[in-house]
Nanobody, 123 residues
Framework: QAQLVESGGGLVQAGGSLRLSCVASGRTFSSYAMGWFRQAPGGEREFVAAISNRGGTTVIADSVKGRFTISRDNAKITVYLQMNSLKPEDTAVYYC????????????????WGQGTQVTVSS
């Protein structure tokens, strides 16, 4: 059973930092591009960041560029999202995702989704 499990969400003040983790299991996720989406209350799910299977290519959404960094550790089959200089508008449920490459991950369809982790940024 393929599974993506996120952790690291929580409540943080504006300007603070959080690091999200996503552990993959159940198939060869080291061969998949992985990434993050988010969905704010009342909003649509939006792309945040993606990283290629070996980590050589990253794609970051303009809305978080310069503040968020994505990385992965294939030995641990884990992808990370380092979020710095957080803003209240970053408040959302953050979802881990996997697909065959970064292009499909960003544009869809996503093949695998995690359950999500809540990030709340207070002003």
């Amino acid at each position: 059973q393929a599974q993506l499990v996120e952790s690291g969400g929580g409540l943080v003040q504006a300007g603070g930092s959080l690091r999200l983790s996503c552990v993959a299991s159940g198939r060869t996720f080291s061969s998949y591009a992985m990434g993050w989406f988010r969905q704010a209350p009342g909003g649509e799910r939006e792309f945040v960041a993606a990283i290629s299977n070996r980590g050589g290519t990253t794609v970051i959404a303009d809305s978080v560029k310069g503040r968020f960094t994505i990385s992965r550790d294939n030995a641990k089959i884990t992808v990370y999202l380092q979020m710095n200089s957080l803003k209240p508008e970053d408040t959302a449920v953050y979802y881990c995702a996997a697909s065959v490459n970064t292009g499909k991950l960003k544009a869809g369809p996503v093949e695998y989704w995690g359950q999500g982790t809540q990030v709340t940024v207070s002003s």
